[in-house]
């Protein structure tokens, strides 16, 4: 089950913390920003606890694809494109239509088809949800994969009941909460148990 963008990055902070990393580099706004392909301050807003821009799917998609294109300009991988027009020969050839049009639409200019943006989707190696998801779904992406980095074995309702000091247990399968809810739930009971000397 995934985990909401607050609740991984509380993740990710404790095991920050845990592994005593360096914060600023490991949510390093202008790194984030470029995985994302969100403007940075955008990501400064989220990391800050702000709550994610209202925009349109339509609204996302163009600026992804220009923020995708410019930075792979920036940085060509071998024998590949290095400006503009090489892009769009290969993208052209990579969706099947015109340079000229290949050129618009990763220049931010042309909305593709849904067809087309998963073929972009396969030709920048992204899931294809990556130019629709909201600015929070899209950096959560990005802490998850790095929370799976640190912590190879990590399940949302584990951590938790680690968390918590409870060795094992057979709820996991069948839990309908969302990890934060399933915390508050168990620590309410935990709570409620008698202590050893019989308080509670």
Known sequence: MRTTFPQTLKRL???IEEKK???SRELDPRKLAAQTALPEETVRHLLAGGD??????DDRVCPRIKALADARIRNPRDKGPRDMVELAEDVAGYVKCTPKWARQVIEGKKKPNVDVLYKLSNYFGLHERFF?????EALNAVLEARVHELDPDVDPYEAVLRDLG??????????TMSPEEFRGFLAGVI???PQRDGSR
């Open 13 to 15: 902070e404790a095991l």
């Open 21 to 23: 990393l360096d914060r």
């Open 52 to 57: 994610p821009p209202e925009d349109e799917t």
């Open 132 to 136: 629709t998801a909201t600015a929070d």
């Open 166 to 175: 409870v060795v094992a247990t057979d709820v996991r399968s069948h839990a």
């Open 191 to 193: 709570r409620l148990l």
